[in-house]
């Protein structure tokens, strides 16, 4: 597999990679793609301080990857495609004699992304992760399939079919809408933090601040449930329209909350 003309912008890579595999639909096989890319090895062990590494020479002729048992199956994954957008960046520089060593904070880096400025380090993390993001989850692909109403449904029968977290498929979910959306991520009720479309003004809430929807019906059950909500209760500005919300409770106290503008 030759991708040297995609130069060292992570998301043309993943790109480049795909147009090459003919554009395939689902999950990526890692496996066989890593075999391509003369990456010799996939190695799951249980870690502690670490959640991914490439060990590989300054030439990245051929190299392998180390992955944390301890994690689920769509983390590990993630974490192989960004050890593999380490791998095929010629601009990343190895943080060790051996190679390429990530924590799970690196891995989580894309929230990192609204920092006004990054260090060399924290931005091949960033790099590295919008790669893993565009080859497992790619837009092309996705994008052809989208419904023509946003809903969490939607969200999570993606994830199954791409073999990605509900999280990650959100984050791609919103990117990839036109409308204005944002879907919020919670725990016990109180706010961990907003993945916003472009289109999508400000949201009045702040990190730990309780759902505001989640005492009034037909939320207040605690299930999937839709309906309209309080505009003023999120947006720091409104001008006009409805804000419709769907609430989508998972396990152990999680959940996702879409919100939608609509005229």
């Given at each position: ?15 480049e990679i795909h147009r090459q595999m003919g554009f395939p639909d689902g999950a990526v096989d890692l496996g066989y793609l890593a075999d391509c890319l003369d990456i010799h090895e996939i190695k799951y062990e249980r870690l502690n301080n670490i959640e991914g590494a490439l ?167 605690n299930v999937h449930a839709f309906g309209e909500v309080n505009p003023y209760e999120w947006l720091l500005s409104y001008d006009s329209g409805f804000l419709y919300c769907e609430h989508y409770p998972q396990q152990d106290g999680y959940a996702m909350t879409l919100l939608q503008?609509?005229?």
């Open positions: 597999m030759e991708i040297e003309e995609a130069g060292p912008d992570p998301v043309r890579i993943a790109r060990v590989t020479t300054p030439s990245r002729y051929a190299g392998s990857i180390l992955v944390n048992k301890r994690s689920g199956k769509a983390r590990r994954r993630f974490t192989i495609g960004h050890e593999l957008g380490h791998y095929l960046n010629p601009a990343h520089q190895e943080t060790s004699a051996q190679g390429f060593w990530c924590s799970k904070n690196d891995i989580n880096s894309l929230r990192g992304q609204a920092k006004r400025q990054l260090t060399g380090f924290e931005k091949q993390e960033v790099e590295a992760n919008r790669f893993a993001s565009e080859l497992l989850m790619p837009s092309r692909q996705i994008k052809r399939s989208l419904e023509a109403f946003a809903c969490l449904e939607e969200v999570v029968k993606l994830a199954r079919i791409y073999g990605v977290s509900k999280e990650a498929m959100a984050r791609k979910y919103v990117e990839l809408r036109s409308e204005p959306i944002a879907i919020i991520f919670s725990k016990d009720g109180r706010l961990r933090y907003p993945v916003k479309g472009r289109k999508m003004p400000r949201l009045y809430l702040k990190e730990g601040a309780l759902l505001p929807h989640l005492d009034k019906a037909p939320f207040k059950q503008l609509g005229e």
